[in-house]
């Protein structure tokens, strides 16, 4: 029997505006607001596929790569705290609706392929800070990133001394 893994789709952050929000986050949350997410590991869930064999990771990945939308450009310019999840996040004040396509495509895929999607309705963010128990001060509007979006990545999620760490193991563009 072959091994399974972790995955998801996710977009990437550039890794510019990801030191540029480390930075951001350092200044407006206090330690105590939460468990900061390293700058690496900062994306935007697509779709959550669970522990997935190779044999659906195959189908998956050739689902994926018969999506032909364009890139689009997307605004991180909202903040927000999840007290169920215990999570502050960035997002997007207007998601783009290039984002909200891809994203209804795969999930649409992912559960025709038996990955169980969540009923929640989908919000687009990165997650900043876990752990946040606690009522936490958002920051006030005016902050901002804008990058260009031209491919989406399916990751492996691992656990490895004691660290949460995000591998791409594939990638299709947007075009
Ligand atoms: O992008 P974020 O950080 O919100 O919360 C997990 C993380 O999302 C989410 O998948 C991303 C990569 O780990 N995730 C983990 N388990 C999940 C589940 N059972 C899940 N999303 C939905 N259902």
């Known amino acids: 029997m072959s091994e399974s893994k972790r995955l998801f789709f996710a977009l990437e952050i550039p890794g510019d505006v990801q030191q540029h929000i480390v930075r951001w986050r350092a200044e407006q949350f206090p330690v105590e607001a939460g468990r ?16 997935v064999s190779e044999e659906k990771q195959r189908i998956l990945a050739a689902q994926a790569s018969r999506i032909a939308q364009p890139g689009f ?19 997007p004040r207007q998601a783009p609706r290039g984002l909200l396509q891809l994203a209804n495509l795969l999930r ?12 929640q309705p989908f919000h ?26 031209d491919a989406f990545v399916l990751y492996e999620s691992l656990f490895e001394q004691g660290r949460t760490r995000y591998k791409p193991v594939d990638r299709w563009l947007l075009k």
Do not use: E, K, M, Y
């Not at 991180?76 to 215990?86: I, K, N, Y």
């Not at 900043?128 to 804008?146: E, I, S």
């Open 36 to 51: 900061p997410i390293a700058a690496a590991n900062l994306h935007i869930t697509l779709a959550f596929l669970g522990d």
């Open 73 to 91: 450009q997307l605004r991180l310019d909202d903040a927000g705290h999840w007290p169920r999840s215990r999570v502050v996040w960035l997002g």
């Open 108 to 119: 649409a895929q992912a559960a025709r392929s038996g990955c169980a999607q969540s009923p």
């Open 124 to 149: 687009p963010h990165v997650t900043l800070l876990r752990n946040a128990q606690h009522r936490v001060a958002l920051p006030p509007p005016g902050f901002g990133w804008t990058f260009p979006v």
